[in-house]
């Protein structure tokens, strides 16, 4: 029987260095590549969710096989899917990296038809948000959810950001079964994240 799990999302304002993306779009003839911060480990977030700092450091470890292959997607708002679509693709990621509990990266905007809607509003200093996409469990501890050691990312989405407070809360998503998550990650990753395991039983 396959393992079921839930599409996990997590909400983060997008602060970016403008300037410094203005600077390297007009020397790179054009491209948006924006630096900030992609997700934040031990801090409440608006759905009542924590993710642990040890869980969020091994899936980023995990995701720079993605970067590096040059297959880390993302969307222009969250689908109700556990797969990246590469027609509504909008970015893709170019770096991502832990420092202390935050996860900071730097995305690229693609020239896409989702990518010139976030480009344009980009251009129109929209406030918008970035929001990861994963599948997991989470485990109830006093009056938030702790996200527990089956999650993997898949990847991080730009959203809108809500103007009241809480307005991101939501039950947890759909359930994801284990033929679908093989749909995600292929073999190789499957291989890497188990290499990556071993590399750090070996280190404890």
Known sequence: MDKTLKLLTEFNAWEF???KMLEEKASSGGRYMMKGILQKSNTLNQNGRIYPIEILDREV???QKFIAENR???ELDHPDSSVVELK???HIVKEAYMDGDICYGTVEILDTPSGKILKSLVDSGVT???SSRGVG???REGDHQVVQDDFQLICWDFVSEPSTPGAFMMKEGREIT????NEVFNQSDRVDRIFNDILDWSNE
Do not use: H, P, V
């Open 88 to 90: 509504n693709a909008s």
């Open 128 to 130: 918008l948000g970035i």
């Open 178 to 181: 284990q033929k679908e998550l």
């Open 61 to 63: 470890r995990n995701y």
């Open 17 to 19: 260095d403008k300037e």
């Open 137 to 139: 469990s989470t485990r």
């Open 72 to 74: 880390a997607l993302g």
